[in-house]
Structure formats: structure tokens, C-alpha cells
């Protein structure tokens, strides 16, 4: 397994993605999007799995593991939300043109 700096850098970006991950799932259920979300669902579970696992198994004797989790799920919480921005699946845009006065919708 990898040590040092190299195994913080995994921790870090697999929680990136993983929070990412759960970010884009929670959008999909929400739109109906079932089937894609339980895929989501399934990658995101399995990168929880072995990153949980590997940070729990000597957090007593590497507690900076700890903190690269941490980090790497609040990062993960802003890059969810700004990809869910960009791809705009959680945003719908009406534009309603018409020809009389409209004072109130």
C-alpha cells in the first residue's frame, strides 16, 4: 500500500470524488432519475468503502489521515455543487412570451 504523502493525496481525492459523487446522486434521485442514481450510487459507496476502511484502520497512529478526510469531503461538498451548476440537472428555465399585460404570475 502506498505511505507517505501519496496515500494523503488518495485519501483526499477519492473523498473529492466520492462526495461528488453523492452530490449528483441526491440531484438524480431528486429529478426521477433513478436507475442513474444507483449506478452513481454504486461507485460511490465502493470508493467509501476502501477510503473508510484504509483511514480507519491506523487513524490512532495517523490521525492526518483523518484530516485529508475531512478536507476531502469538505472540498468534495463545493466540487459537487459546482458541477451540478455547470451541467444545470437540477435547474429548469421557463421563458413565457406572451402578447397581453401580465401584472402578477
Partial sequence: MTSG???YII??????IEVSFATLRMV?????EKFKGAIMALFEI????????NVLSNLA???MKGVMYALG???GNYMGSLVEEKIAIGVITATIITSS???KL
Avoid at 46 to 53: C, D, E, K, R, Y
Fill in 5 to 7: 504523502i501519496g496515500i
Fill in 11 to 16: 485519501i483526499f481525492s477519492c473523498k473529492i
Fill in 28 to 32: 438524480l434521485i431528486t429529478k426521477g
Fill in 46 to 53: 465502493t470508493i467509501w468503502l476502501v477510503v473508510s476502511a
Fill in 61 to 63: 497512529t495517523d490521525p
Fill in 73 to 75: 469531503y469538505v472540498v
Fill in 101 to 103: 399585460k401580465i401584472t
